[in-house]
C-alpha cells in the first residue's frame, strides 16, 4: 500500500467546544467539514496517519520528527486542561522515513527533541478523528525554513516510506490560511491576508499543487499564513497521483482563514511530478540568468564554484575590466535558489585592495559562512542565481524622508549595532520596511533612536 489520502484542515482551538464555549457555532462549516474528513479517514482504515503541524518544533534548516513510542497532550493553554488525549506514534515509519533522509543526505530527523507534549496543530485535528477511529498510530512532522521545493521533497520520502513498509497511510496537512483579514483580527488586515486565502483555496481546490511554489516568501509572510508548507509536504506525499478532490469549506469569520480539503487517491499519474517540473523551471531560468552575466557576477559564480568543489579560493584572474583591478569598494554577494535567498554577506566599505579581491571574499562566505544557511554543496552549484551589489559612498541623513527603496540602501547604528539594508528589494516597498528589517538585522529595538545613513548600488547580475 502507500499514501491513500490526504487532508488540508485548520487547527482553531475554538473548535473544540470546551475552549469555544458557543463561539465554535459561528464556524459550523468548519465543523461540519472537519467531522466529514474524520468519517472519511475512518471508512478508509489508515494503518498510520502522518500529521504535518507548524507548531511542532521548528528548526530553520532540519525537519523534526518526533521520536518515542507515545506522546500526550491537552488544552490548558487554552483554559481546556480536561481535554486531553494520547497517542502511539509508528515507530517503525519513523525509523524508515529518517533512514531515507539520512541515505540521501536530507535534513530530516528525530534529533532535538524539546517538547514531547502535543502541540494544538496536531490536537485540534485529531480532537475529530479520534471521535471515529483510534486504530491507528501517528508520525508526527514539523515544518522548517527551508525552501518549499524540500517541503516537497520531504512528502516524497513520506510517500516512498509508506511503500517500502506496505503501510496504509493517511496524511494531514494542519495549517490554517491568512491571518490578517480583518483590522479587528488577532493581528490586524494585510491586503495580502484575502488574495492568498482566494489564491490558495482555488489552487488546492484545484489540486493544482504545481502552483504551490508561484507563493514566493514575502507574499505569504505580509499574509500571516501558516500552513503553506504543510500544504507543500502534502502535495509532495501525492507526488504522481491523481486525487479526487473536494474543497469542503472555507471561513474566515475571526480574521483568520480556515481551508478544508479532500484528496483522495485514485491512480497514479506521471504527469503530476510537480517537483521536477518546478526544479527543471528553476534550472532553465538559472541558466538563462547565467548566460547574461557579467564580468562581477562571473568571478563571483567562478569563485564560489571553485572553493565550494576544491576549498581552494580562487586568485584574482587576468582579462576582468580595469575597474575590478584599479577601484575599491564595499561589495555584497548574494546567492538564491529557487528563488529563496541562499547567502548574502558582504562589506559596507572596502577591506581589500581592489573589487575583484572583494567580490572573491564575500562570494566565499556568502556561499560558505553566512550563519543563517548551511553552506552551499557542490550539487547545489547550476541552481544558483547570483548578484553582486557595489557600494557607493555612505551619507548621513537626517531622517527617513531622504529615503527611496528603490535608490538608496540604509545603514541603521546605535552605539556599536550597525544593521545594513540593500536597496530595490523583493518584499520591502516602503521606506518603513526598509528601516524595520535593517533594525532587525542589528538587533536594534523599535523605539531606540537610531543614525540614519544612506548608499546608492550598482547592482550586477
Request: net charge negative.
Amino acid at each position: 500500500m502507500a499514501v491513500i489520502a490526504a487532508f488540508m484542515v485548520p487547527h482553531p482551538p475554538i473548535i473544540i467546544p470546551d475552549i469555544g464555549r458557543g463561539e465554535e457555532k459561528k464556524i459550523h462549516k468548519t465543523v461540519e467539514a472537519f467531522r466529514a474528513v474524520a468519517q472519511k479517514i475512518s471508512s478508509l482504515k489508515p494503518e498510520t496517519i502522518v500529521l504535518v503541524s507548524p507548531h511542532q518544533i521548528l528548526y530553520s534548516d532540519y525537519f523534526h520528527i518526533s521520536p518515542g513510542e507515545s506522546a500526550l497532550g491537552d488544552f490548558a493553554q487554552f483554559r481546556a486542561p480536561q481535554v486531553q488525549m494520547q497517542i502511539q506514534y509508528d515507530t517503525e515509519f519513523v525509523e524508515k522515513l529518517c533512514e531515507l533522509a539520512a541515505v540521501a543526505d536530507f535534513p530530516a530527523g528525530t534529533e532535538g527533541e524539546r517538547d514531547r507534549r502535543l502541540d494544538h496543530g496536531t490536537m485540534v485535528p485529531l480532537y475529530f478523528v479520534n471521535q471515529y477511529i483510534k486504530d491507528y498510530r501517528l508520525v508526527r512532522i514539523g515544518l522548517s525554513g527551508l525552501p518549499l521545493k524540500m517541503h516537497y521533497q520531504l512528502g516524497q520520502y513520506i510517500q516512498e516510506t509508506a511503500k517500502r513498509l506496505n503501510r496504509t497511510v493517511v496524511l494531514i496537512a494542519s495549517g490554517d490560511l491568512s491571518h490578517r483579514l480583518k483590522e479587528d483580527g488577532p493581528y490586524g488586515y494585510q491586503e495580502q491576508g484575502p488574495e492568498y486565502d482566494s489564491r490558495i483555496m482555488d489552487v488546492m481546490g484545484r489540486a493544482a499543487f504545481g502552483e504551490l511554489f508561484s507563493f514566493s516568501e514575502d507574499f505569504c509572510k505580509k499574509a500571516g499564513e501558516c500552513g503553506h508548507r504543510s500544504f507543500t509536504i502534502m502535495a509532495g506525499a501525492l507526488d504522481r497521483l491523481n486525487v479526487e478532490t473536494e474543497a469542503l469549506s472555507y471561513e474566515g469569520v475571526f480574521g483568520v482563514g480556515y481551508g478544508v480539503c479532500s484528496y483522495v487517491v485514485c491512480d497514479s499519474d506521471v504527469a503530476r511530478n510537480f517537483g521536477e517540473q518546478y526544479e527543471k523551471q528553476q534550472r532553465e531560468k538559472a541558466a538563462a540568468h547565467r548566460a547574461q552575466e557579467d564580468a562581477y557576477v562571473q568571478l563571483a559564480r567562478r569563485t564560489i564554484e571553485d572553493y565550494v568543489r576544491t576549498g581552494v579560493k580562487t586568485a584574482v584572474p587576468d582579462g576582468l575590466p580595469q575597474e575590478l583591478y584599479s577601484q575599491r569598494a564595499g561589495v555584497f554577494v548574494s546567492i538564491k535558489e529557487n528563488g529563496s535567498l541562499r547567502g548574502c554577506i558582504g562589506t559596507i566599505h572596502a577591506v581589500q585592495d581592489s573589487i575583484a579581491e572583494e567580490i572573491i571574499e564575500n562570494a566565499i562566505s556568502a556561499a560558505c559562512r553566512d550563519p543563517r544557511f548551511q553552506p552551499v554543496k557542490p550539487k547545489e552549484l547550476n541552481g544558483l542565481v547570483i548578484s553582486v551589489d557595489v557600494l557607493g559612498d555612505t551619507e548621513a541623513i537626517e531622517g527617513p524622508d531622504q529615503l527611496d527603496v528603490t535608490r538608496f540602501g540604509v545603514i541603521v547604528t546605535k552605539g556599536r549595532k550597525r544593521g545594513l539594508l540593500l536597496p530595490n528589494l523583493e518584499g520591502i516597498d516602503t521606506v518603513e520596511e526598509q528601516i524595520a528589517v535593517a533594525r532587525r538585522k542589528a538587533g536594534i529595538g523599535e523605539e531606540e533612536d537610531i543614525l540614519l545613513e544612506r548608499f546608492e548600488v550598482i547592482r550586477h547580475i
